[in-house]
């Protein structure tokens, strides 16, 4: 099939849910409206702030995080903050992806002790794929994998990351439902 005939079959498939289901996967059956830049601009900046102080000030000031030496934030999130707060409307930018993406991602992630190098390039060609045959590809998801295959605080983290990523996911995506929601932009 065609990229146009799959999304117009995903389309007319997403079309049949409740409103409040479909415009989560991505549906939006009335045209967007207009709005000046600006408006946008401010928006954005607001939801971009507002979420990510809020993973900080969880992560960062939690003493139960702090305890397990979880990080402040997971450096992904900056990139997933572009696309959940900039470009609402984008395929990438779907709750799906943020979650699922991310989630995936850090599940994926393989630690060759001898062979580290390998195990990024491994696990972002791994998490990549799965992303596609679970329709959920969100790309900060790669940084995501990377952190977990390289970066040995992460590593020391262990399965753990897992629930980070779920709950930095949870906290980036309320913020963005709240504010992308406000002005339906």
Sequence with gaps: MTNSVC??????????????????????AEKQKVQLHYVMWIWTFI???????RIQAVFGQAHYFI???VPPIIASYGASAVLIYGTVDA????????????FLGALIEER???LVWLAGSWSCAMAIVVMQMTGTT????????LLAAVNVDVQNLGWYYLPVILLSSALALVVALIIN???CR
Excluded: D, E, V
């Design 138 to 145: 969100h790309p900060p998801t790669g940084a995501t994998m």
């Design 112 to 114: 060759f002790k001898q």
């Design 67 to 69: 305890k397990r030496g």
């Design 91 to 102: 395929p990438l930018s779907q709750p799906r992806g943020l979650f699922a993406g991310h």
């Design 181 to 183: 929601n406000i002005q």
């Design 47 to 53: 939801g971009a702030f507002c979420g990510m102080s």
């Design 7 to 28: 999304n117009q079959s995903a389309s007319s498939t997403l079309s049949r849910l409740p409103p409040w289901m479909s415009r989560w996967l991505g549906y939006h």
